[in-house]
T-cell receptor, first 116, second 114 residues
Framework: AQKVTQAQTEISVVEKEDVTLDCVYETRDTTYYLFWYKQPPSGELVFLIRRNSFDEQNEISGRYSWNFQKSTSSFNFTITASQVVDSAVYFCALSEATGTASKLTFGTGTRLQVTL | DAGITQSPRHKVTETGTPVTLRCHQTENHRYMYWYRQDPGHGLRLIHYSYGVKDTDKGEVSDGYSVSRSKTEDFLLTLESATSSQTSVYFC?????????????FGPGTRLTVT
């Protein structure tokens, strides 16, 4: 069975600090896909990024960057120069084919609190 | 934003009563999912649908049933609500059943069973 571990339950930083959210996954598949979602205080889930297992290039989008390392089964998310608006719960997820569809296995989430 | 609505957004019900939650989409996507979110568990898949009248179980399906009679609507029913079903329920849609397609989530329904 697939598993996603987000060991950091809660992180608090001061605005402008850099912060890294860890994600470690387990799967027996050779091809797989990883996702990050953001859940702001308003409650909705917002898709951030998808990464496939055969592309280990780091991805950068503005202040956000993602580091995928197959050797350590990790897909970490870094926010550079954090802002109060980054305060949210962040979920890492792993996609799995079911035969009729695909399903996401989520980690337990990391709550990020950014203060002034 | 994906056109997904959930109703009701909040509901309080008593143990033993039936409850139906509705997910409505305007994207004409074939795949729809129901998840529940609980502290310490993240989101867990309850049921999903891969077409009209085509549904299957997820990892926490006990006590839940679903129906999909048309593309745009996916209903989740708690036949006899229990306190352990107090949770936030999210519907999600996807254009494809392939693993590389992201799922888009609705706003959620907060259900309290007293």
């Amino acid at each position: 069975a697939q598993k996603v571990t987000q060991a950091q339950t809660e992180i608090s930083v001061v605005e402008k600090e850099d912060v890294t959210l860890d994600c470690v996954y387990e799967t027996r598949d050779t091809t797989y896909y990883l996702f990050w979602y953001k859940q702001p205080p308003s409650g909705e889930l917002v898709f951030l990024i998808r990464r496939n297992s055969f592309d280990e290039q780091n991805e950068i989008s503005g202040r956000y960057s993602w580091n995928f390392q197959k050797s350590t089964s990790s897909f970490n998310f870094t926010i550079t120069a954090s802002q109060v608006v980054d305060s949210a719960v962040y979920f890492c997820a792993l996609s799995e084919a079911t035969g009729t569809a695909s399903k996401l296995t989520f980690g337990t989430g990391t709550r990020l609190q950014v203060t002034l | 934003d994906a056109g997904i609505t959930q109703s009701p957004r909040h509901k309080v019900t008593e143990t033993g009563t039936p409850v139906t939650l509705r997910c409505h989409q305007t994207e004409n996507h074939r795949y729809m999912y129901w998840y529940r979110q609980d502290p310490g568990h993240g989101l867990r898949l309850i049921h999903y649908s891969y077409g009209v009248k085509d549904t299957d179980k997820g990892e926490v399906s006990d006590g839940y049933s679903v129906s999909r009679s048309k593309t745009e609507d996916f209903l989740l029913t708690l036949e006899s609500a229990t306190s352990s079903q107090t949770s936030v329920y999210f519907c999600a849609i996807s254009e494809s059943g392939r693993e590389d397609y992201e799922q888009y989530f609705g706003p959620g329904t907060r259900l309290t069973v007293t």
